[in-house]
Every structure is written in structure tokens, then in C-alpha cells.
């Protein structure tokens, strides 16, 4: 059973950074990953994705001020986030052993908005930016 462990949130103001880290207890069947958010009241949604062949994406809302990385020997999934604005709060998951999938509804996986299903994700991390 693969574990997942993220850390690295906290409250912060508006325009400052931080770096989450998700690491994982053992080798995943790929390395295709994602760091969702979800906010009370809100489904949760991918904010960027890191995806077969090690291609980055990113949501829009995001992209310029976010960067997802993954460091094989470490085997730990990082989300550096700078210029944070308070719209970024709320909660923070890795998730990991994603692949493209037309398959929707399974209790036991999790769903991106780009097609891609995942099999294993942490218990999360807060993130609170003030303004």
C-alpha cells in the first residue's frame, strides 16, 4: 500500500512563497502525479499536474507562479508556489500513479478535469494566505 505524506503548508501573506513536499513510502506503478486543492463548499481540482513523460501543466490559475517537480531520489513531489494570493487557500493533496483514463465514478480514484485518474493520494496540507 503506497503512502503518501505532504507537508510544507501554512498561513502566509499575500505575494510571499511556499514549498510543499509529498513524499512517498515506496515506488508508484508510474510517475505521473498532480497536486490537487479544495476549498469548503468547492469540488476539489487539480492545480497542476505532472504527467507521462514528465510534462508540466498547470491551471490557469496558477500558471506562472507555480512549479511542480519530482526528485527521483528523494522520491518526493514538491509544489513551489510563489506570489501566492489569497484565492490560493485551502487544502492541499499530492496525488500519485495517475494515467489517462475514460473511466469516471470509482469511489476509490481520484479525477482531473485533463482525463487522467489517480490511484493513491496523501491526507493533505492547509495553506492560508492572508491579504
Known amino acids: 500500500q503506497v503512502q503518501l505524506a505532504e507537508s510544507g503548508g501554512g498561513l502566509v501573506q499575500a505575494g510571499g512563497s511556499l514549498r510543499l513536499s509529498c513524499v512517498g513510502s515506496?515506488?508508484?506503478?508510474?510517475?505521473?502525479m498532480g497536486w490537487f486543492r479544495q476549498v469548503p463548499g468547492k469540488e476539489r481540482e487539480v492545480v497542476a499536474g505532472?504527467?507521462?513523460?514528465?510534462?508540466?501543466w498547470y491551471d490557469d490559475s496558477v500558471k506562472g507562479r507555480f512549479t511542480i517537480s519530482y526528485d527521483f531520489g528523494k522520491k518526493t513531489l514538491s509544489l513551489q508556489m510563489n506570489n501566492l494570493k489569497s484565492e490560493d487557500t485551502g487544502m492541499y493533496y499530492c496525488a500519485a500513479d495517475c494515467h489517462l483514463s475514460q473511466a469516471r465514478g470509482n469511489p476509490t480514484s481520484w479525477y482531473d478535469k485533463n482525463g487522467y485518474e489517480y490511484h493513491y493520494w496523501g491526507q493533505g496540507t492547509q495553506v492560508t494566505v492572508s491579504s
Open positions: 505532472r504527467y507521462d513523460g514528465g510534462i508540466a
Open positions: 515506496s515506488t508508484y506503478g508510474s510517475y505521473c
